[in-house]
């Protein structure tokens, strides 16, 4: 992936319905605890190996299994198809910080690192809060 120099709120705006009410106001959160921290969407492969356009919010270098180090972000925002996605990159020794609020985030399925939910309604925006400042403050 990579980024590009699209504005956040374009691309959001550039979403259609309900699409862009749900991104927007998860978008709110995310930017609101990582203010100060870069903004910026991306484009390109994603996981799997699909063509996605993402936001992704702070910089944080990765390491990935060919021992490269490139940059990522800590949280990122995903449109896909059928649900969005928030994705949050922190860990610890015990795995991705998500699975300890999995049975908090509302009507939301947690894998790994990924947050998956249909509308922003099914959220429970405070422990999205809580999540996305854990892995701010645990990664910046």
Known sequence: ???TDVSPDIFIASLPEPLRTDLGRVDAVVSKVMKG???VPWRGKFWGGSEQSIIGYGDHPY???DKKTVDWFI???A???NYNSLYVNASDDEGYLIQNYADRLGKAKVRSAAITFKSADDLDLGVVE???TLARDRMS
């Open 79 to 81: 449109p896909q198809k």
């Open 37 to 39: 921290h870069s903004r």
């Open 75 to 77: 949280v990122c925002l």
């Open 63 to 65: 390491q990935r299994s």
């Open 1 to 3: 992936m990579e980024r």
């Open 130 to 132: 809580e999540v996305v």
